[in-house]
């Protein structure tokens, strides 16, 4: 799910950046906010358009562990530098790595204090994060992403709905030991939040709009997409070994795409 999560978000990235209005007399003309980065690669994959400025936001230490290995690999970080000098040279005009914490009420100073620009069209992309939010610290980051951005700007994101949130919690209260599952549920644990499966309505009062035509999807309708022939092998995951009981209890169990954009 992973591999097809990442590439769909990729594609619907560059769509994105490449629909946005641009100022061509400044340097910077669009920007690029990954949300909980992680180790994520799209500074050095990915073929941004000219004037895209990238930002990755996560906790310092995951920040430091990072600029760590991509001096490992010799990755290039520093756009001023000589890109022939690196194994994995940028392919953006620039890579600012922000170390901060999402519910700390001064993030958006501390990515101000890098170079972020408010008011310019950005894309922000928040891959395999929301769920590990409380619903009022969604909702408050997605207002304040909305506050902060300018005409054009995007969102993109992956969240799990309200019957797999609740499915999860469920299967928690009955973890046994064996094998898969009890694996799988070391995942769920952290979980904390499952967007309704009205999705454009839950956006709608935080600034953006997710009513155009594909812009939710169920991931098991993208996967053949990216080369991908079976969504679950034929025993499933470890997450489904009470998946009829609880879609019988919750609602079906969905993993969302979004490709939402800021409200006019």
Known sequence: MVVQRTNYLDDKLMGALAAMPVNVATPVKRQVVLLGSG?????????????????????????????????????????ASD????????????WTSVGTDLMHPEWVADLEDQGFQKGLPTAYVAEGLLYYLSPNAVKSLLATLA????PGSALLFSCINEGFYSGAKSDLS?????????????FTEAFQFG??????????????DASADGA????????????????????????????????????????YLVNARLSP
């Open 174 to 186: 009955k973890a046994g030991t064996d094998g898969m599952w009890a694996t799988t549920l070391k």
């Open 39 to 79: 180790l994520d690669t799209k500074a050095w994959r990915l073929d941004f358009p000219s004037g895209t400025a990238i930002f990755e936001v996560d906790q310092r230490d995951m920040s430091g562990f990072k600029h760590r290995r991509l001096e490992a690999i010799k990755a290039q970080t520093d756009a």
């Open 216 to 255: 939710v999807k169920d991931v098991r309708n993208v996967y053949q997409a990216y080369g991908v022939q079976e969504f679950l092998p034929p025993k499933g995951l470890g997450f489904d070994k009470n998946r009829e009981e609880n879609e019988k209890m919750f609602g079906p169990k969905v993993y």
């Open 195 to 208: 967007i309704t499966d009205d999705v454009a309505g839950f956006l709608r009062p935080l600034g953006w």
């Open 147 to 150: 506050e902060i951005s300018g």
């Open 83 to 94: 890109p022939a000098k690196f194994k994995h040279p940028l392919k953006a005009a620039s």
